[in-house]
T-cell receptor, first 111, second 113 residues
Framework: EDKVVQSPLSLVVHEGDTVTLNCSYE??????LLWYKQEKKAPTFLFML????IEKKSGRLSSILDKKELFSILNITATQTGDSAIYLC???????????FGGGTRLMVKP | ETGVTQSPTHLIKTRGQQVTLRCSSQ?????VSWYQQALGQGPQFIFQ???????GRGNFPPRFSGLQFPNYSSELNVNALELDDSALYLC????????????FGPGTRLTVT
C-alpha cells in the first residue's frame, strides 16, 4: 500500500522567515509527486515532480524530489501571512491515476 | 478557462439517508476523481471516472457510487449515510493524457447527524 508521511505536522513562523516542509513516501512504481496548498477548501496545485534533482520554482516557492531517498521538500522563502495554509503532498503510481496524500503540514505565518 | 465547480457547498443529512453531490470538470478535462477529506486529514481517493466508466477505485464500500456524463460532469452518490461519512468531498479533474495533474474544486461539506 502506498504511503506518504509529511513533517512537521504544524509550524508557526514569522513573516520573512524561510520554511522547509518535508514529504517522504513509499510507493510501488512511482510516477510523480505533487504539492498542493489548501487554504479553506480547494487544494490549489503548486508543483508536480517526476525527475530527481530538478528544482521546480514559482516565485518564493520551490520544490525538489529525491527518488533515491524517496522524499521531496517544499521551500518557501520570505514567508508572508498569505502563505498560511495546509500544504499537502501526494504521490501517483503507475498502477493507477489516484493521488495518495499525506496528512499535510499546517503552516501559520505571523505578522 | 472555467475551473472545477461543485454543488452544493454545504449539506446536512440524517443517518440512513442518501445524498448526491455534483461536479463540473475544468474545460478541456475529460477525467474526474472524487476524494473524501475528514477533518485534520489528507484527502482519500474514492474513485475516478473516464469516458463515463469507473477507472479506478479506492477502499470505499459499494454504497459509494458515481456517474460521469457525456459533458464530463460527474455525480457522487452515497447511500445509507453513516456518521463517519461526515467530511469534505472534493472533486478533481484532469486530462487522461496528464491524469496525475489534478485540479480540485471547492468541495462539498457534508454533515451527517
Amino acid at each position: 500500500e502506498d504511503k506518504v508521511v509529511q513533517s512537521p505536522l504544524s509550524l508557526v513562523v514569522h513573516e520573512g522567515d524561510t520554511v522547509t516542509l518535508n514529504c517522504s513516501y513509499e510507493v510501488t512504481n512511482f510516477r510523480s509527486l505533487l504539492w498542493y496548498k489548501q487554504e479553506k477548501k480547494a487544494p490549489t496545485f503548486l508543483f508536480m515532480l517526476t525527475s530527481s534533482g530538478i528544482e521546480k520554482k514559482s516565485g518564493r516557492l520551490s520544490s525538489i524530489l529525491d527518488k533515491k531517498e524517496l522524499f521531496s521538500i517544499l521551500n518557501i522563502t520570505a514567508t508572508q501571512t498569505g502563505d498560511s495554509a495546509i500544504y499537502l503532498c501526494a504521490v501517483v503510481s503507475d498502477a493507477g491515476n489516484m493521488l495518495t496524500f499525506g496528512g499535510g503540514t499546517r503552516l501559520m505565518v505571523k505578522p | 478557462e472555467t475551473g472545477v465547480t461543485q454543488s452544493p457547498t454545504h449539506l446536512i443529512k440524517t443517518r440512513g439517508q442518501q445524498v448526491t453531490l455534483r461536479c463540473s470538470s475544468q474545460s478541456g478535462h475529460n477525467t474526474v476523481s472524487w476524494y473524501q477529506q475528514a477533518l485534520g486529514q489528507g484527502p482519500q481517493f474514492i474513485f475516478q471516472y473516464y469516458r463515463e466508466e469507473e477507472n479506478g477505485r479506492g477502499n470505499f464500500p459499494p454504497r459509494f457510487s458515481g456517474l460521469q456524463f457525456p459533458n464530463y460532469s460527474s455525480e457522487l452518490n452515497v447511500n445509507a449515510l453513516e456518521l463517519d461519512d461526515s467530511a469534505l468531498y472534493l472533486c478533481a479533474s484532469s486530462s487522461i493524457a496528464q491524469a496525475s495533474e489534478q485540479y480540485f474544486g471547492p468541495g462539498t461539506r457534508l454533515t451527517v447527524t
